[in-house]
């Protein structure tokens, strides 16, 4: 997963014609601090683009996440649903990884999550009810992509503080990563931070205290000494 960007005055991406500048312009646009270029055109995405969003190779769903992220807010039913069917089918193979690396590892990119974050607060909502699904592995990609959105996602904070307390240990892995992506405006959730640093598995605790860390100030004056 992606630290949070320093949020710096920059120039904007250069226009190009190469097929993956809507990528590399969003990833610039995390890199700097500023809001996602994406307007939205207002359709709804074809048939086609979302069977490449689902079961192109890679680099086709890489592509096509920032195609249908350019559809705006039209393109959010599909979306969700294309993040629950992706994150559900990759879970359980994701944590087949994690008895032998104890560091654990990050979720694998799930091209829906990238075109939410992309779409940024119109996409926090429904990510938020995410956060309550009955499947462990979208709930933590849920998180994740909220994480990716920083201080857009201000409004998932009372959700993803909730899922500290998550029964499954990388769902409140990814749960304190997310809020120390926030940020600042995610000190409603120090309580529930400050109670993961004593939390059983060790990724959790050391999410909850990097977390912690990019709080700042408030997290100073709530941590017990």
Same mark, same amino acid.
């Given at each position: 997963?992606r630290?949070?960007p320093?949020?710096?005055?920059g120039?904007?991406?250069?226009?190009?014609?190469?097929?993956?500048?809507?990528i590399?312009?969003?990833?610039?646009n995390?890199?700097?601090?500023?809001?996602?270029?994406?307007?939205?055109s207002?359709?709804?995405?074809?048939?086609?683009?979302?069977?490449?969003?689902?079961?192109?190779?890679?680099?086709?769903r890489?592509?096509?996440?920032?195609q249908?992220?350019?559809?705006?807010?039209a393109?959010?039913?599909?979306?969700?649903?294309a993040?629950?069917?992706?994150?559900?089918?990759?879970?359980?193979h994701l944590?087949?990884?994690?008895p032998?690396?104890?560091?654990?590892s990050?979720?694998?990119?799930?091209?829906?999550?990238?075109?939410?974050?992309?779409?940024?607060?119109?996409?926090?909502?429904?990510?938020t009810? !995410? $956060?309550?699904?009955? /499947?462990?592995? *979208?709930r933590?990609? @849920? #998180?994740?992509? %909220? +994480?990716?959105? =920083? &201080?857009?996602?201000q409004?998932?904070?009372p959700?993803?503080?909730? !899922? $500290?307390?998550?029964? /499954?240990?990388? *769902?409140?892995?990814? @749960? #304190?990563?997310? %809020? +120390?992506?926030? =940020? &600042?405006?995610?000190?409603?959730?120090?309580?529930?931070?400050?109670g993961?640093i004593?939390?059983p598995?060790?990724? *959790?605790?050391?999410? @909850?205290?990097?977390? %912690?860390?990019?709080?700042g100030?408030?997290?100073?004056?709530?941590?017990?000494?």
């Amino acid at each position: 997963s992606r630290t949070a960007p320093r949020r710096s005055p920059g120039l904007s991406w250069p226009a190009g014609e190469g097929e993956l500048e809507g990528i590399h312009a969003e990833v610039w646009n995390w890199l700097r601090g500023a809001p996602p270029s994406a307007v939205g055109s207002g359709r709804v995405p074809s048939a086609e683009l979302l069977d490449q969003l689902r079961e192109g190779e890679q680099l086709e769903r890489l592509r096509a996440a920032y195609q249908v992220a350019a559809c705006g807010e039209a393109a959010l039913p599909a979306l969700v649903q294309a993040l629950e069917v992706e994150a559900a089918a990759g879970a359980e193979h994701l944590w087949d990884k994690m008895p032998g690396n104890p560091r654990g590892s990050n979720p694998p990119a799930c091209a829906a999550g990238l075109a939410l974050a992309v779409l940024g607060r119109p996409a926090v909502a429904p990510l938020t009810g !995410l $956060l309550e699904h009955g /499947h462990w592995g *979208v709930r933590t990609m @849920a #998180a994740d992509t %909220l +994480g990716n959105m =920083g &201080a857009a996602a201000q409004e998932a904070v009372p959700g993803l503080a909730r !899922l $500290l307390a998550d029964e /499954h240990a990388r *769902v409140r892995r990814h @749960a #304190a990563e997310a %809020l +120390g992506r926030v =940020g &600042a405006t995610a000190a409603p959730a120090l309580p529930a931070l400050i109670g993961c640093i004593r939390d059983p598995d060790v990724r *959790v605790r050391h999410n @909850a205290c990097l977390a %912690l860390a990019k709080i700042g100030q408030p997290a100073a004056a709530a941590i017990p000494l």
